[in-house]
T-cell receptor
Framework: GQNIDQPTEMTATEGAIVQINCTYQ??????LFWYQQHAGEAPTFLSY??LDGLEEKGRFSSFLSRSKGYSYLLLKELQMKDSASYLC??????????WGAGTKLIIKP | GAVVSQHPSRVICKSGTSVKIECRSL??????MFWYRQFPKKSLMLMAT?????????EQGVEKDKFLINHASLTLSTLTVTSAHPEDSSFYIC????????????FGPGTRLTVL
């Protein structure tokens, strides 16, 4: 079956750095997304990786290793507004989006 | 990025009634639209994929007669929850995609449905 694993919840301090990991086992791979979702709102796009390596976009970076079936989202200089759920999603060989359950990130002052 | 709207944002209805949710792409043509539902603290669950002018493709376990999807134009898709029951209460989210660029999927703000 298809599976995406990410931690259920993480806590970090304002101003610090946090890394949210995602591992996947899917039938084929055509790219990996990270989305941010605040409570009661729809997801918003953060990043898309299809090749191995690190993609940096401001305070957020996303890394992909296809051979390991592994990605992480790195958030720097954490702000209180970064408190949200972070969803990892993979496009499989049928071009279907497979969603992880999301990681709830709690930022403390 | 492109904008997708949903209407209504919240709806409360009585059991047995039908509710229609609209999803519109405001500044691009959406060849494909997706409908998701999300339960509290759970991930998104894809319900169906709709392409403009053709029948929607439903995911396994989703009743097509209960969740009617119409994608009549390149900017509008509707989801009708027929004969709603309390277990249909959920957060319904649509997303829209233009062409085959999978980097270009945009989400609507979601509709909170509560069935009493």
């Amino acid at each position: 079956g298809q599976n995406i694993d990410q931690p259920t919840e993480m806590t970090a301090t304002e101003g610090a750095i946090v890394q949210i990991n995602c591992t996947y086992q899917t039938s084929g791979f055509n790219g990996l997304f990270w989305y941010q979702q605040h409570a009661g709102e729809a997801p918003t796009f953060l990043s898309y990786n299809v090749l191995d390596g690190l993609e940096e976009k401001g305070r957020f970076s996303s890394f992909l290793s296809r051979s390991k079936g592994y990605s992480y989202l790195l958030l720097k200089e954490l702000q209180m507004k970064d408190s949200a759920s972070y969803l990892c999603a993979v496009i499989d060989s049928n071009y279907q989006l497979i969603w992880g359950a999301g990681t709830k990130l709690i930022i403390k002052p | 990025g492109a904008v997708v709207s949903q209407h209504p944002s919240r709806v409360i209805c009585k059991s047995g009634t039908s509710v229609k949710i609209e999803c519109r792409s405001l500044d691009f043509q959406a060849t494909t639209m997706f409908w998701y539902r999300q339960f509290p603290k759970k991930s998104l669950m894809l319900m169906a994929t709709s392409n403009e002018g053709s029948k929607a493709t439903y995911e396994q376990g989703v009743e097509k007669d209960k969740f009617l999807i119409n994608h009549a134009s390149l900017t509008l898709s509707t989801l009708t929850v027929t004969s709603a029951h309390p277990e249909d209460s959920s957060f319904y989210i649509c997303s829209a995609r233009s062409g085959d660029d999978y980097n270009e999927q945009f989400f609507g703000p979601g509709t909170r449905l509560t069935v009493l």
